[in-house]
């Protein structure tokens, strides 16, 4: 079975209070004062004033003080050749649907590329390629290969699904690799709706989870799409 759409996701962890913490760590490393105060503080309230000061601080470098906030994402209908790519970025936590112990029952679920899918004669192989694979898999588990083993023959198309928890700052990093155009499509809606997700419940996040010309105004990659001007010229 072919699965219609890409990447279904859900935010479903994040700190009750995600500005006041961050504004928190920033105060604590400029200030007399002790962390305790400057969280229970009534000034500590204002929205604009913290994000002022988060921007200020963010903007330094100074990403230490959003890695103590964590998110955690449900995963689901993604391939295995985007989940690969995914578990290549640094400081996440993983937890994936395992191949060697969820054993296929019958046609298991695959994602075709749009390239694939738009070509009528291509889809049409590639549909039945995939119909083999699943006939050869189920003749293996029937003959008592472990599902351990047999996966050797299942594609980077097969679906898979995940929990995935990082920080804050790997998340900005993820987004403005990832949302770049010269991302895969499908880690690009992935990554996108991660992000969307994110910004429904905290709104400010907005102009950090974004591809990384917007944030630095230029483009540093050797095939530009031309969105940004290139750096050095």
Request: charged share 30%; proline share 3%.
């Amino acid at each position: 079975m072919t699965q219609d759409k890409y990447a279904q996701v859900r935010l479903i962890s994040k700190p009750e209070n995600m500005l006041k913490t961050i504004y928190t760590a920033c105060r604590t490393c400029y200030s007399a004062d002790s962390p305790l105060n400057i969280y229970d503080c009534d000034s500590a309230q204002d929205e604009e004033k913290m994000l002022k000061l988060i921007s200020k601080v963010v903007s330094s470098g100074h990403y230490s003080t959003i890695e103590h906030i964590q998110v955690s994402f449900a995963i689901s209908n993604i391939s295995r050749a985007c989940s690969h790519q995914l578990v290549r970025h640094r400081h996440m936590s993983f937890s994936q649907k395992s191949q060697r112990y969820v054993k296929e029952k019958g046609q298991f679920d695959y994602l075709t590329p749009d390239t694939i899918e738009n070509n009528s004669e291509l889809k049409q192989k590639f549909d039945d390629f995939m119909g083999k694979i699943s006939e050869f898999y189920l003749e293996l588990t029937d003959a008592g290969i472990p599902a351990e083993d047999a996966r050797a023959v299942l594609p980077n198309a097969a679906s898979t699904s995940m929990v995935a928890s990082l920080n804050l700052r790997e998340l900005i990093h993820l987004a403005n690799l990832r949302l770049c155009t010269r991302a895969q499509k499908e880690i690009r809606i992935l990554v996108k709706r991660m992000c969307e997700e994110l910004i429904k419940e905290e709104p400010w996040l907005k102009d950090y989870l974004v591809p990384k010309c917007e944030r630095w105004g230029f483009c540093d990659e050797d095939k530009s799409c031309g969105r940004m001007p290139v750096k050095g010229q």
